[in-house]
């Protein structure tokens, strides 16, 4: 099995960047996709970032995000980055982590995938943006 751990959140101004981290424990070694979610109040749950984790290294992102947020992992250490630049009120949110159970890449559709699919989630970390 698998827990993750985020970190990284906090409050910023508008344009300012942070840097998530997501520490994968317990089984690490096997090729996942390793996703961003974020979640603000009274909206639904949204993919931002997806990477295929010690596989293809494909890279996916949200139109709301391509080009501000960039997401990397660092195999050795077990950890899964989300960059934010150029942050924006409408980037507040709580931002989780999550794996695939037994996909080992990530596909086109990979934000609309199954709480099955998706497996395993991090408690979140809070991204407050204000203008």
């Known amino acids: 099995t698998l827990t993750l751990e985020e970190s990284g959140g906090g409050s910023v101004q508008a344009g300012a960047s942070l840097k998530l981290s997501c520490k994968i424990n317990g089984y690490t070694g096997s090729s996942r996709c390793m996703a961003w979610f974020r979640q603000a109040p009274g909206k639904e749950r949204e993919g931002v970032a997806a990477l295929g984790y010690r596989g293809t290294g494909n890279t996916y992102y949200s139109d709301s995000v391509k080009g501000r947020f960039t997401i990397s992992g660092d195999n050795a250490a077990n950890l899964v980055y989300l960059q934010l630049n150029s942050l924006k009120s409408e980037d507040t949110a709580m931002y989780y982590c999550?794996?695939?159970?037994?996909?080992?890449?990530?596909?086109?559709?990979?934000?609309?995938?199954?709480?099955?699919?998706?497996?395993?989630w991090g408690q979140g970390t809070q991204v407050t943006v204000s203008s």
């Open positions: 999550a794996a695939s159970y037994s996909s080992s890449r990530c596909d086109f559709d990979w934000q609309t995938w199954s709480s099955e699919q998706y497996y395993y």
